[in-house]
């Protein structure tokens, strides 16, 4: 955990003045009976669109992604999954590129990343102090020059990382709180937040000043439906 350490040491003396801070957290009533669980909810039932890719872009977005090599191997796959469906999503308009970040950087490596307009995706646990929120499960804290994306480790098991991730990244993004979204809710919600609805889709295409029309969201039972969402552009 000594990226933690570093991380830690950063966000206290200041060097991460950032803008935006958003948390996710289980509600504390679910939080005390355990996550949340519905016996009809089938992730079958859900798909992406998927729109021809533009061939025209003017120049896709970059946006790297550092991944802590804390995060086990079986973990790391299930935060790419997260970023797989974002490109997905993206369509090429943005592209989020993943890398394993170098074991145990030093604090001048982790300085330079972020002057890059990195984003590091880190490994924490509760004595962390982006965990003071007691509910939260996961923390973004950066703006368009890059951040950080605190996962609080101990707090969910790993069978929710990819939501997690998923959730966090549309922060990365630029999209807020929808208390009505699926995605975006501020309560994770195991059976409502597990793949990129349009609403989601349509804060980030606002942040970052992309075509909604040309994405990709997923649709499914409670979800917008594509051809519904279609005539809504
Ligand atoms: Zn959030």
């Known amino acids: 955990m000594r990226l933690a350490r570093l991380v830690a040491s950063l966000v206290i003396s200041g060097l991460a003045l950032l803008a935006l801070g958003m948390v996710l957290g289980f509600a504390s009533a679910r939080a005390a009976n355990g996550p949340a669980t519905n016996g009809s909810y089938d992730v079958s039932a859900y798909r992406y669109t998927d729109k021809p890719t533009p061939a025209a ?12 090599q804390d ?13 797989r469906q974002w490109n997905h999503v993206l369509n090429g308009f943005v592209r989020l590129r993943p890398t394993l970040l170098p074991p145990d950087p030093s604090s001048h490596a982790l ?3 972020r002057r890059s307009g990195a984003w590091i995706v880190a490994k924490v646990d509760s004595r962390h102090p ?3 929120q007691p509910s939260a499960l996961a923390m973004t804290v950066g703006g368009s020059g890059g951040g950080f994306v605190y996962v609080i480790a101990d707090r969910f098991g790993m069978r929710d990382l990819t939501a997690v991730v998923l959730h966090e990244v549309g922060h990365l993004l630029g999209a807020g709180h929808d208390a009505h979204g699926h995605l975006m809710a501020p309560v994770y919600d195991r059976s409502n937040g597990h793949c990129i609805d349009r609403g989601a889709v349509a804060m980030v295409a606002a942040a970052q000043h992309l075509p909604l029309s040309q994405l990709n969201w997923c649709v499914g039972p409670g979800l917008e439906d594509a051809r519904y969402s279609a005539r809504r552009y």
Do not use: N
């Open 57 to 68: 872009i003017g120049g896709t977005h970059v946006l790297d992604i550092y991944v802590d």
């Open 71 to 83: 995060f086990a191997p079986d973990e790391r796959e299930r935060i790419g999954l997260a970023i």
């Open 111 to 113: 300085s330079r990343l």
């Open 130 to 132: 982006a965990a003071r």
